[in-house]
Nanobody, 129 residues
Framework: QVQLVESGGGLVQAGGSLRLSCAAS????????FGWFRQTPGKEREFVAA????????AYADSVKGRFAISRDNDKNTVYLQMNSLKPEDAAVYYC??????????????????????WGQGTQVTVSS
């Protein structure tokens, strides 16, 4: 089992930037693919970004493409989400998720909530207009 702890959320003005971190512990970090999701009250948790085990493959929701960047540091057991040009509609609780991909593929991306077994507790991002 892997434990995930998100940090880095907060209040930012529209157009500003934040970097979220997801620290993982408990299992071999490099075995896992990761994703970021977000959720606002009354809405479904939605996909934001994903990164493969190797870090060589990434994917983004259309709404954040070109503004957000996901990365991983296998030495620090941490996944990051760099968020630039933030908009009020980006405000949400952001969740980190992890799982071992099918066949332990080094390039496979997990983009659905149902793909993930492990979740963090979330970190709040608020964007003021």
């Amino acid at each position: 089992q892997v434990q995930l702890v998100e940090s880095g959320g907060g209040l930012v003005q529209a157009g500003g930037s934040l970097r979220l971190s997801c620290a993982a512990s408990g299992r071999t970090f490099s075995n896992y693919a990761f994703g970021w999701f977000r959720q606002t009250p009354g809405k479904e948790r939605e996909f934001v970004a994903a990164i493969s085990r190797s870090g060589g493959t990434t994917a983004y929701a259309d709404s954040v493409k070109g503004r957000f960047a996901i990365s991983r540091d296998n030495d620090k057991n941490t996944v990051y989400l760099q968020m630039n040009s933030l908009k009020p509609e980006d405000a949400a609780v952001y969740y980190c998720a992890a799982n071992i991909p099918p066949g332990s593929s080094s390039w496979y991306l997990l983009k659905r909530k149902s793909d993930y077994d492990y979740w963090g507790q979330g970190t709040q991002v608020t964007v003021s207009s």
